[in-house]
């Protein structure tokens, strides 16, 4: 592991699932983590999973950085705390809306704009539909866009150390205003999370044989919807102006849609399906693809594999020596069958191949 970008010590306040994923991610580098949640059990369990050490009431810290990872209603009053506490910190949080929590820290913090030079806004652009440390990963980060929202009076050193930490957790950098990232995760996150949830809100009372059914398009729309509800509560109701004019143009289409639906065979009525598919293919197509590079298209394969110990390992390992890079891995369960099905996507180019080499070698490849 290279060294840290940061000397240390961090200080994060809130060991929740982010708290925790940055202080492992930030410990895997050497870096001195020091935790404080007013959950005891959220910060021993941090503690015990090796995500830093706790604050002691006592310990006189002078940290280079704090970074508030709790939740966003009290994120701006934890940072305008953390600033007055340690004066030569710089103060970020993480917290899925940028626009509210800077402007109640405006307020916090009055005129004293020295205060504010050390603030700078971030979110990381990752997580998980679980809370707290429990779930936390240090690779949570890795490849990620973790965009910066610093305001007009942030120094440069306090972007430079904001930086530092995202970098220091393998992420991808983004520079944003607050304003422009509201907007953008209206549209990329919280709509997602309303319509995953609305979805999954359909199946509350669906008969269980119904649901047997189910495969990977409802559980891919639906992932997102066992997210936490008071942390959501939060972040929807922050984000309600930019969510509300995306919301209104998805109800024009409901409606268009609704309409089109009551007469199915109507003159226009099946290329109005077609261009709604259409529109929803282009939009698909614009969303990058790993490591936020270009879009990219990958073929699936699927692979019968035995319901028993060792099966998924040896397959993997088997395609790493055919000499196949592995883009994605889903795994699925036959009804009824004691087999699991794993579904791999790989480039295009080596789909062929892959296809032969794993038949021969005696793996069941049904796709
Ligand atoms: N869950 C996700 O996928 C993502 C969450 N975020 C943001 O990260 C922040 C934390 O979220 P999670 O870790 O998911 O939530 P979490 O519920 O797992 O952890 C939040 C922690 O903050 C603690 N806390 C509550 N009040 C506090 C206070 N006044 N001072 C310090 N700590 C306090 C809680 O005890 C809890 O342990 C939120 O602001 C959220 O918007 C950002 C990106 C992704
Ligand atoms: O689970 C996922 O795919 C997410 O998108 C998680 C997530 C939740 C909240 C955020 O502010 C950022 C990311």
Same mark, same amino acid.
Do not use: C, Y
């Given at each position: 592991m290279n060294p840290s970008h940061l000397l240390g010590p961090v200080l994060v306040l809130g060991s929740g699932l982010l708290g925790a994923s940055i202080g492992l991610g930030l410990r895997a580098r050497g870096v001195d983590v020091v935790l404080s949640d007013?959950?005891? @059990? &959220?910060?021993?369990? &941090?503690? +015990?999973?090796? &995500?830093?050490? *706790?604050?002691?009431l006592a310990e006189p810290l002078n940290p280079e950085l704090v970074v508030v990872a709790a939740p966003p209603d009290v994120s701006a009053t934890v940072v305008a705390a953390a600033l007055r506490r340690y004066p030569s910190a710089v103060v970020v949080d993480i917290a899925s809306v940028k626009f509210a929590v800077l402007a109640e820290l405006r307020t916090l913090v009055g005129e004293d704009l020295g205060l504010l030079s050390r603030y700078v806004g971030t979110?990381?652009? *990752?997580?998980?539909?679980? @809370?707290?440390?429990v779930a936390a990963r240090g690779e949570l980060f890795n490849s990620m866009p973790w965009v910066l929202c610093p305001s007009e009076v942030s120094s440069a050193h306090a972007v430079k150390v904001a930086h530092s930490l995202a970098i220091d957790l393998d992420a991808v950098v983004f520079r944003f205003s607050p304003e422009e990232h509201d907007e953008a995760v209206a549209l990329v996150s919280h709509l997602p999370q309303i319509m995953s949830s609305l979805v999954a809100s359909r199946l509350a009372e669906t008969p269980a044989h119904a649901l047997s059914l189910a495969g990977n398009g409802l559980r891919d729309v639906t992932r997102i919807a066992a997210s936490d509800p008071s942390l959501w509560v939060q972040i929807l109701g922050a984000n309600a102006p930019k969510l509300l004019e995306i919301m209104q143009g998805v109800r024009l289409d409901l409606d268009r849609l609704i309409s089109t639906l009551s007469a199915p065979t109507a003159p226009g009525a099946r290329l109005d399906l077609a261009q709604l598919m259409a529109e929803g293919n282009a939009g698909q197509s614009r969303i990058p693809g790993k490591h936020g590079g270009p879009p990219q298209q990958y073929s699936w394969l699927t692979v019968l594999v035995d319901d028993k110990p060792g099966q998924i390992a040896k397959l993997l390992t088997e395609i790493g020596e055919i000499g196949v890079n592995v883009e994605d891995l889903r795994l699925d369960h036959s009804a009824g069958l004691q087999v699991?099905?794993?579904?791999? @996507?790989?480039?295009?180019?080596?789909?062929?191949?892959?296809?032969? +080499?794993?038949?021969?070698?005696?793996?069941?490849?049904?796709?």
């Open positions: 007013p959950s005891p @059990s &959220a910060q021993a369990v &941090a503690v +015990d999973i090796g &995500a830093g050490r *706790a604050l002691e979110h990381p652009m *990752a997580g998980r539909e679980r @809370s707290g440390p699991g099905m794993v579904e791999l @996507s790989v480039l295009p180019s080596k789909r062929v191949n892959l296809v032969q +080499d794993l038949t021969e070698r005696g793996w069941k490849v049904i796709q």
